[in-house]
């Protein structure tokens, strides 16, 4: 291949997924979609899509043969693994063997659609290839064979949109435990990694170093991340004990759906909105603005998504204990994208999963400016408790911010007080915490009728014990 044709390829990706028994051609088509997005925010424009209906996602190289020339005609590549035709060679053998071990090369029968179509017409050459399902360190490297290009998965492809977008020192540490454990394995066997033929996002960046990395090292290097992402949470953990009065509302849901839009309107606070999948990583803490009794804060977290990978689940934990440690969950939907219902069981499935689905919950559906007042109609039967908005309409906010306030009011409790002249600093914390609904100032001191939640009047009642 010339340089002219590699600067031609870079830039440019191909997808490819499997459509596996029990899959939908919606949910496949969806899925594909995502995928683009995600391909996108990278920075990658797609120049084609290969898709086939397979059994079964365990063979070595994934596709069937006709489908990797069809690939391969995407990339300039073999479309053959080399090492299946000549296991003269004494390494390419043990690795053969290695293979057939681990995977069923697959018979003609278990694929269907598997000829390379004479018709396909290849506009532009793709310099990567991103797969759609997590791939197994050998299939990684038959397919960087088969297509002589670098090729990603989705997890991949998600851990390199975390470590760009990460910005706290916690994010960063989270993503880059996630990526060493992910791509420690899969850096020792693939051999595209040095030499790559254009397209490389630098994704391997940590390559070189990493081939002289033994497991053993990786592993000391992870301990030693955890260690400083153990003391930067139990800062943290101090921080929020130290708020804990006051309630919280959790803004959580799939990526790009309109949480930190909805953050921003009812906190009047800066945090960042972007059309591009997973813009946010960090948590952010902000009390509701206009200042409300009581007063609430509100936290935007880490978007979710379809086939989140399970170590980053794990690393973002923390920051979801935002989410765990509020009393209210408002799960946002972005109700104008036509997957959204199978988003909204992403979200309930991964909260259920890290124990934070025993709060109080409303369903928010965004973006019904987008939709017509027929689809409008139809949600509402379908999610009769469910609050329809747009962010972008302040009588919309409004109405979220008073369903937030009249829930913490509903649990307030009225009792009168009377606060002796001695005891003058509690009025600070009084003012503070509840809402004075009369104050008279007699002899003995000011007696104070209140409306605050129970643990405020507990608290209040023992110290004037
Ligand atoms: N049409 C329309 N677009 C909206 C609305 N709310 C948010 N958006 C857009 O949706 C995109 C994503 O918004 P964000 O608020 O960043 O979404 P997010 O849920 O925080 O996304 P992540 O941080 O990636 O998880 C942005 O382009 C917003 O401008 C809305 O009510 N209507
Ligand atoms: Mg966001």
Redesign the pocket.
């Known amino acids: 291949m010339n340089s002219h044709d590699m600067s031609e390829k870079k830039g440019k990706a191909v997808l490819v997924a499997l459509q596996l028994p029990g899959v939908s051609d919606e949910e496949h088509k969806g899925s594909l979609d995502e995928l683009g997005r995600l391909t996108e925010t990278l920075g990658f424009e797609v120049v084609g899509r290969v898709s086939q209906k397979r059994k079964s996602a365990s063979t070595a190289a994934i596709l069937g043969s006709g489908k990797l020339k069809e690939l391969a005609a995407y990339t300039g590549g073999r479309g053959v693994v080399e090492r299946f035709k000549k296991p003269g060679n004494k390494a390419d053998h043990e690795e053969l063997n290695e293979d057939y071990e681990d995977y069923d090369i697959a018979s003609d029968d278990e694929f269907e659609d598997d000829e390379l179509d004479e018709g396909l017409v290849i506009k532009q050459q793709a310099g990567i290839v991103i797969f759609d399902h997590e791939l197994s360190p050998t299939q990684l490297k038959n397919l960087e064979d088969v297509t002589g290009v670098e090729v990603l998965d989705r997890t991949g492809v998600i851990l390199e949109i975390f470590s760009r977008h990460a910005k706290s020192r916690e994010a960063r540490l989270q993503v880059e435990i996630a990526k060493l454990g992910y791509l420690a394995p899969r850096l020792r066997l693939s051999k595209v990694g040095g030499d790559r033929q254009g397209g490389g996002i630098g994704a391997k960046g940590a390559g070189e170093s990493a081939h002289e990395l033994d497991k053993r090292r990786i592993r000391d290097r992870i301990a030693e991340l955890k260690t400083q992402l153990d003391a930067i949470r139990n800062e943290q953990n101090n921080r929020r004990s130290s708020r804990r009065e006051s309630p919280c509302v959790a803004l959580v ?1 799939y ?7 909805l953050m921003r309107a009812l906190t009047g606070s800066e945090v ?9 990583l960090d948590t952010t803490v902000r009390a509701m603005y206009p200042e409300s009794f009581p007063r609430v804060l509100v936290s ?1 977290t ?2 979710f998504i379809k086939k989140l990978p399970h170590d980053l689940v794990a690393s973002f934990r923390s920051t979801l204990d935002e989410a765990l440690n509020a009393s209210l969950l408002l799960f ?1 939907v972005d109700a ?1 994208d036509p997957n959204f219902r199978s988003q909204l069981e992403v979200t309930r499935t991964v909260l259920r999963e890290i124990g934070a689905d025993d709060q109080d919950q409303f369903i928010i559906l ?2 019904v ?2 939709l017509t007042d027929l689809e409008i109609r139809a949600l509402r039967m379908e999610f009769p408790q469910a609050i329809m ?4 309409r302040p009588e919309d906010i409004k109405r979220v911010r008073d369903l937030v306030l009249g829930f913490f009011e509903k649990d307030m409790i009225e009792e009168k007080f009377l606060v002796p002249y001695s005891k003058g600093k509690l009025t600070g914390p009084i003012h503070e915490k509840a809402r004075v609904l009369s104050e008279d100032f007699e002899d003995e001191g000011t007696v104070m009728h209140l409306r605050a939640n129970k643990e405020f009047i507990d608290w209040l009642r023992k110290q004037l014990s």
């Open positions: 849901g990526t790009n759906a309109g949480k930190s839009s960042l909105v972007a059309d591009k999948l997973f813009a946010t935007d880490v978007g946002t104008s965004n973006k400016d987008n908005i747009s962010t972008r």
